[in-house]
């Protein structure tokens, strides 16, 4: 695990709840897409990337993800989803996770995102600004 958590400068920890499991008895495919949603959000947090949102209206979006499942989770564990960034132009970038089970010791599934920032206001894409760049740029 050391390894997992020196590879992703920032890693989310998540218990899995009973409910997230599916008939076959594993955590259900969509769920995946949660505890996506829950890193990215803790991601943009600690570079602060969401300060402004409410000033100038500008924001991520997502234009698409993706999930490739090696192994199954099941309740009860804790796992931890590392983050890195890609790709980063200068209105986008792409996110890729990782999942760590605490339980099995293994990676269990990757995934990414394309995410766009947008004005909310315009309904136009944005650029980013040197300050997210810069953020960015830390955790390629």
Known sequence: MEDFLAKHSISTQIQI???EMDALQHVNNSVYFKYFETARLDFFNQINLLADLKTTGVGPVLSETNA???RPLMFPDTIIVGTKISDITEDRFV???TVFSQAQQAV???GWAKVVMFNVKTGQKAKLTPELLDALSKHQ
């Open 95 to 97: 996110m890729h996770y």
């Open 108 to 110: 269990t599934t990757i």
């Open 68 to 70: 490739r499942f090696k």
């Open 17 to 19: 709840a009973w409910g």
